[in-house]
């Protein structure tokens, strides 16, 4: 058929650039759709797969390194569960390279990468190197033969190191960190691949010699492999009904951002080897085991438009229009650009194809652009030379540009908002609808300037007198209440977050003092570099800028707890029953400074929830004390009484 042959030659097209230039066209779900219809069109169909490298040494895979059917939604993970009735071994999906360790007699003689399922390459130098890969297993008897299949990644902070290093010698960045790891593995010098500082989990098996009394299940398997010294997934779970395995499913994408690799789902093995073996194979995927995919971090978008938004600082932001894209279960239609290098360095272009990644609360970003996909009609985007709200110059200031206007309308409406948030004054009812209205109709050009507004100032820009009584005791209780280092928090200094605000505060609590801080004094606070700080006295640098401030932190409510310097700063870490927001009030109350990074410096404790992210193993590592409730923390606090 017609159609077959294109879907054959569309797949082979993809399969290149995905494994032999580590350089993919589509996303992993676009690539599945393609794949299922064409095994729709020809069930038997083996050819799907890439040319391997002719650089590298060919290897015929005794056992098939076969791939995993997907999923998607649960509703159709419990139809397929429906056809068991067993245990199943439910293991995080690495994002890596597929590879076989061959072990003869307990010394690893060959390593290859999976290829097309049935012809690989040899990379056996390569994988020597990777420092959790045993050259010689940890046992006094080992099997005669063993093939030790698993997963090739690289953690998440090695990837940022390694693209943040390319970045400094303007070379290409790697998209993802999946990429990064099969572009390592392929390297035909072993010392470039010692140098990415890759890892192995095991995950499987595929021939074994028949001298040894091999383990009846997969989850007594992993446990033999761990006492050979080879690694094992972290999180390993065995369940039987369906409830308890999608519950155990759920709770491994909880915990997915705070892992130190990428995953990308969940995997479900029948436990039972007798199991698998009446259930068989297809020519391409097992029939008793399944991938179960989270909604994507990363998916391929197109670039409609580019346009410029200005921030409260005057920040000029370039942000991108995407096709709508479905990123960690989150709609994404816009895309940060950051400033005029970054679109310059990537060379995004309106109509480009891209690839961008979202994870947990982080804003989505362009990792790569696919400029082989690249049509003739994009089109190169002009940074402006003037502020698009107010046509003032712009200037620019670490690589970002400003408007040179401080009574920018737009600037000063999102200024605005940022003062009337929820951690900053929290004034109800001033949106961003009243705050353009303020600024618009009442000519607003100054924040502070809302304390003097009066009922028939909101009348004029369409409240109803309700709603004006309602906005204006808002405002009020904000004056009254609002704590020192929530306004400072207001106040909208660049790159000064609620919790350095807070850092600040604790370390210099008179208002005086806070307005004329120096250099040497603000680095003493955590987390605050030479930039931080010269924002900070750029900020204040105006005489009258620095006296209205002043008088603005003078009116602060005093009734918060000042800070106990005998007690260490409190690290939040996994999930609570309560939000983590309510924990550090109190903690805050009792005395205790709360951070969200361990320090260098020292000082710190971590308090530990279900689920916690990797701060837990960097506490481990540097033996951080660890509290599981607060409760543990007050008798700290007793026995420092």
């Given at each position: 058929m017609e159609k077959i042959a294109e879907l054959k030659e569309l797949i082979n097209k993809y399969n290149y650039h995905y494994y032999e230039l580590n350089s993919p066209l589509i996303s992993d779900m676009e690539?599945?759709?393609?794949?299922?219809?064409?095994?729709?069109?020809?069930?038997?169909?083996?050819?799907?797969?890439?040319?391997?490298?002719?650089?590298?040494?060919?290897?015929?895979?005794?056992?098939?390194?076969?791939?995993?059917?997907?999923?998607?939604?649960?509703?159709?993970?419990?139809?397929?569960?429906?056809?068991?009735?067993?245990?199943?071994?439910?293991?995080?999906?690495?994002?890596?390279?597929?590879?076989?360790?061959?072990?003869?007699?307990?010394?690893?003689?060959?390593?290859?990468?999976?290829?097309?399922?049935?012809?690989?390459?040899?990379?056996?130098?390569?994988?020597?190197?990777?420092?959790?890969?045993?050259?010689?297993?940890?046992?006094?008897?080992?099997?005669?033969?063993?093939?030790?299949?698993?997963e090739c990644y690289i953690t998440k902070e090695r990837f940022e190191k390694i693209n943040n290093k390319l970045k400094e010698e303007n070379k290409k960045t790697f998209a993802n960190p999946r990429n990064l790891a099969s572009g390592s593995l392929r390297q035909l010098d072993p010392l470039v691949t010692k140098e990415r500082e890759l890892s192995f989990v095991c995950y499987g098996v595929g021939e074994v010699s028949k001298d040894i009394n091999f383990p009846s299940t997969y989850y007594k398997y992993l446990e033999y492999v761990k006492e050979l010294g080879i690694p094992i997934p972290e999180v390993i779970y065995k369940e039987s009904n369906n409830k308890d395995i999608i519950e155990?499913?759920?709770?491994?994408?909880?915990?997915?951002?705070?892992?130190?690799?990428?995953?990308?789902?969940?995997?479900?093995?029948?436990?039972?080897?007798?199991?698998?073996?009446?259930?068989?194979?297809?020519?391409?995927?097992?029939?008793?085991?399944?991938?179960?995919?989270?909604?994507p971090n990363e998916e391929v978008t197109t670039v409609e438009d580019i346009f410029i938004q200005v921030g409260r600082t005057g920040r000029i932001t370039p942000v991108a229009r995407v096709s709508p894209v479905l990123l960690s279960g989150a709609m994404v239609t816009y895309v940060t650009l950051h400033n005029k290098d970054y679109i310059e360095k990537m060379d995004i272009r309106i109509k480009d194809k891209v690839f961008?990644?979202?994870?947990?609360?982080?804003?989505?970003?362009?990792?790569s652009v696919i400029t082989e996909a690249r049509s003739k009609d994009s089109v190169h985007y002009q940074f402006p030379d003037t502020c698009p709200s107010c046509s003032s110059p712009l200037y620019i200031r670490n690589h970002y540009a400003y408007c040179t206007n401080r009574n920018c309308k737009e600037a000063i409406v999102d200024y605005l908002i940022h003062f009337a948030s929820r951690k900053a004054m929290n004034i109800i009812g001033l949106g961003e609808g009243v705050a353009t209205s303020l600024v618009e109709i009442l000519g607003i050009d100054q924040v502070l300037k809302i304390y003097s507004l009066k009922k028939?100032?909101?009348?004029?820009?369409?409240?109803?007198?309700?709603?004006?009584?309602?906005?204006?005791?808002?405002?009020?209780?904000?004056?009254?209440?609002?704590?020192?280092?929530?306004?400072?928090?207001?106040?909208?200094?660049?790159?000064i977050g609620s919790s350095t605000a807070k850092s600040i505060v604790r370390m210099y609590p008179d208002p005086n003092k806070l307005v004329n801080l120096t250099k040497e004094e603000l680095l003493k606070v955590e987390g605050i570099g030479d930039i931080v700080a010269e924002e900070y006295l750029n900020f204040f640098a105006s005489p009258m800028d620095k006296d209205l401030y002043y008088q603005f932190f003078l009116m602060a409510n005093t009734t918060w707890v000042k800070v106990n310097k005998d007690l260490p700063t409190v690290v939040i870490t996994g999930s609570f029953p309560r939000s983590r927001e309510e924990i550090s009030i109190e903690l805050e109350q009792l005395g205790f400074t709360v951070s969200s990074h361990l320090s260098k410096r020292g000082g710190c404790v971590l308090l530990v929830g279900e689920n916690p992210g990797k701060k837990a193993k960097e506490g481990e590592m540097y033996n951080v004390p660890i509290f599981t409730s607060i409760e543990d923390l007050k008798e700290k606090i007793s026995s420092l009484e």
């Open positions: 690539y599945d759709k393609l794949l299922k219809e064409l095994i729709s069109l020809e069930k038997e169909y083996k050819d799907i797969g890439y040319k391997s490298n002719q650089q590298f040494t060919k290897v015929q895979h005794t056992v098939p390194m076969l791939s995993l059917n997907n999923l998607y939604s649960y509703e159709d993970l419990e139809k397929w569960l429906n056809t068991f009735h067993c245990d199943f071994v439910i293991t995080p999906k690495f994002d890596g390279l597929a590879i076989e360790l061959e072990y003869k007699e307990g010394k690893l003689i060959r390593a290859s990468t999976r290829g097309d399922g049935f012809i690989g390459e040899d990379i056996t130098e390569q994988a020597k190197t990777i420092s959790n890969i045993p050259l010689i297993l940890n046992t006094p008897i080992p099997p005669d033969y063993i093939q030790i299949r698993g155990k499913i759920k709770k491994i994408e909880e915990i997915k951002e705070g892992l130190p690799y990428e995953i990308d789902g969940a995997v479900l093995m029948v436990d039972n080897y007798i199991i698998q073996k009446e259930k068989g194979t297809t020519s391409r995927v097992p029939s008793y085991a399944i991938a179960y995919k989270y909604p961008i990644r979202r994870s947990a609360e982080v804003i989505p970003q362009i990792t028939e100032d909101l009348l004029k820009i369409h409240l109803s007198e309700k709603e004006a009584d309602k906005l204006l005791r808002s405002i009020e209780n904000s004056f009254k209440e609002a704590t020192l280092d929530k306004r400072l928090y207001a106040i909208g200094i660049p790159n």
